[in-house]
């Protein structure tokens, strides 16, 4: 029989995930997409992700590919998973691809929102998908700051200790370059960082934000930040902010 490449676009709210990625003790989307597959498949199922989200991290339109002999229809596939699979997880499309795609190989961009509340109080329906920011935030300083992030940059600063082999000479190591990055307010304390790249170092929007709130405190200013930028060290940036508020949005190929 021959071999079938399908692709998946996906959503999930990570709120009760250990994240997107396998692991052997923990509940992943891609552990239990992967056992649901299988069912339908009679026998194991690898699936390619587009990326690796965190826990707590949630997903409008992740993408992941497999390859199987199955003879299953691609609505039959969309329908039968959405059957099996627990309702914080959805299959949005799915299709026959060349045999050549895969899911994260192929990627041209990706896009990240991130929501955060300046409240005094947060209302607990929204505690699961925007974090909340306490104190004083000056927004217009956050704002000043975000074209230094714009362009090719080694974004060491802002990557997760121990997200690289950093032996490894070879390769793009933490150069990323981002495309576009905006922060718009969605309501009177409600606000979106939308941040297109090519790619990601892990954590590395978390770790971008938590440094913006730094900003929006005023602990640190415009000159600070891209003092912090040009280091090449996560010891100087701010916390990671909490992943709550975290959605990957859009996958380009």
């Known amino acids: 029989m021959a071999m079938r490449n399908i692709k998946l676009v996906l959503a999930y709210d990570g709120s009760h995930f250990s994240g997107w990625q396998s692991q052997p003790t923990a509940r992943t989307v891609q552990g239990e997409v992967e056992e649901k597959l299988a069912m339908m498949c009679q026998g194991e199922v690898a699936l390619h992700g587009a990326g690796r989200t965190d826990a707590g991290v949630h997903a409008l339109a992740m993408v ?59 209302l607990p329906t929204l505690r699961l998908y925007e974090a909340l920011v306490s104190g004083v ?62 790619g990601f170092l892990r954590k590395m929007v978390r770790n971008i934000v938590g440094t913006l709130f730094d900003v929006g405190r005023q602990r640190i200013s415009k000159d600070d930040f891209n003092k912090i930028l040009q280091a090449q060290d996560r010891n100087l940036a701010g916390a990671t902010a909490p992943a709550c508020g975290l959605f990957l949005d859009n996958i380009e190929y």
Do not use: W
């Open 64 to 122: 992941a590919n497999f390859n199987t002999t199955a003879k299953i229809s691609c609505l039959g596939f969309k329908k039968g998973l959405n059957s099996l699979l627990s309702a914080d997880i959805r299959i949005l499309k799915v299709d026959e691809v060349a045999a050549d795609f895969h899911a994260r190989i192929s990627a041209k961009a990706k896009t990240y929102r991130y929501f955060f509340s300046t409240a005094e109080i947060q």
């Open 137 to 198: 935030v000056d927004i217009k300083a956050m704002q000043d700051v975000l074209p230094l992030l714009v362009g090719k940059h080694d974004f060491s600063s802002f990557e997760a200790v121990g997200s690289r082999d950093l032996s490894y000479v070879d390769g793009r190591g933490a150069v990323r370059t981002l495309e576009a990055v905006s922060l718009k307010q969605l309501g009177d304390e409600a606000y979106c960082l939308t941040i297109r790249g090519t």
